[in-house]
């Protein structure tokens, strides 16, 4: 199972929203403790989003597969970092087996042979004296990798309105579930209008 762990978000996030939202409108006066919350909540009703861009989180990811990190780092307003295969060696390579394949004994079989397959060729070639940065052109979208990832609020909520909702593929739905989690916990407001389905790992907003 992927781990996902926030590294850093941007402290009093919330009240940071709510000091630069209320700069457009001169409403300063109008601040108190915990008015933060009603005010996101307007911002989100009204689609006013560019405010929670001042604040950002940032996500190691750990466990993923490269065909998740592949997915992910579409997403061109967030910034990344990833564990390299050109100077990481893979010759012990974990890698991701999807449930479908899990079910299907003949289907399993198969995949767990040709993993080791790849892994026994890849050591192989390493032997040969063949660098891991062309060794890599080898592995498979299975292979497992660790990235870290940071947005600011606002991408975030476009990504999860993405990649939570049922459409999504099976992994990079999971994982971003999981960060979602996260972020309501840290910022609840901001994220208050999406609604998780446990049994079903799907995340929907609902009508604000």
Known sequence: MP???LLAITPNAEELIERAGRTCYLSHDRSQPGSE????????????????????????????????THQIV???????????QRYVSDASFDYVVPETIKANADAHGKYV????????????????????????????NAVVSEIVMSANLREWRHIFSVRCEAPAQWEIRMICIKML???QEAVPTV??????????????????
């Open 3 to 5: 781990e996902v762990e």
């Open 37 to 68: 919350k009603k005010f996101i909540s307007m911002l989100i009703r009204l689609g006013h989003l560019s405010v929670l861009e001042h604040a950002h989180a940032t996500f190691r990811i750990k466990g993923g597969s490269r065909a998740f």
């Open 74 to 84: 579409r997403h061109r307003l967030a910034s990344y970092s990833q564990q390299s």
């Open 113 to 140: 042979e040709m993993m080791e397959q790849i892994k026994k060729t890849y050591g192989e070639l390493q032997e040969l004296g063949i660098p891991n940065e062309d060794a890599r052109f080898l592995l498979p």
């Open 181 to 183: 989690e996260l972020l």
């Open 191 to 208: 994220f208050s209008d999406f609604v998780i389905d446990k049994d079903k790992m799907v995340a929907t907003r609902k009508a604000t």
